[in-house]
């Protein structure tokens, strides 16, 4: 579909092509950012400033979340090693956060509650003294 709505359709031409240059070269990787994806975030009313940058460690999360293996994501990263896919450009999935924090509560209760089980009212008290709603808000 891409290559059908392009001026510049044979497979020697760039996928993202400057129509200043004539096709004769890819448009430059700023420009991307400046005429199209910055732009696009502003409609959705993003102002945080995004580069590449960003994008490598969303691509990195995305491949994390997706369960794809840390191998094919490092190499597809380009990355040199595992370890930093690693330990510098993936984070752990709120998904992934939300359970740990769970299990930890659940063990954390008296009696075998279930922190899920809990009334939403202030009267079941932590041992330590916490009330549900300050555990939820500990969790986040």
Request: hydrophobic letters at 35%; glycine letters at 4%; proline letters at 6%.
């Amino acid at each position: 579909m891409w290559r059908r709505a392009s001026p510049y359709r044979s497979s020697k031409d760039y996928v993202f092509p400057s129509i200043q240059k004539n096709g004769t070269q890819p448009l430059q990787p700023d420009m991307i950012l400046k005429r199209h994806i910055r732009p696009a975030l502003a409609k959705l009313g993003i102002d945080k400033v995004i580069g590449w940058h960003s994008f490598r460690h969303g691509m990195s999360n995305l491949l994390r979340e997706c369960g794809v293996d840390v191998k094919v994501a490092q190499e597809l990263l380009r990355h040199a090693n595992s370890r930093i896919t690693l330990d510098i450009y993936q984070q752990t999935v709120t998904k992934e956060r939300r359970a740990a924090q769970t299990l930890a509560f659940n063990e954390l209760w008296p009696d075998n509650t279930r922190f899920s089980d809990l009334p939403s009212d202030r009267t079941h008290e932590h041992p330590r003294g916490l009330q549900k709603e300050e555990v939820m808000l500990l969790s986040d």
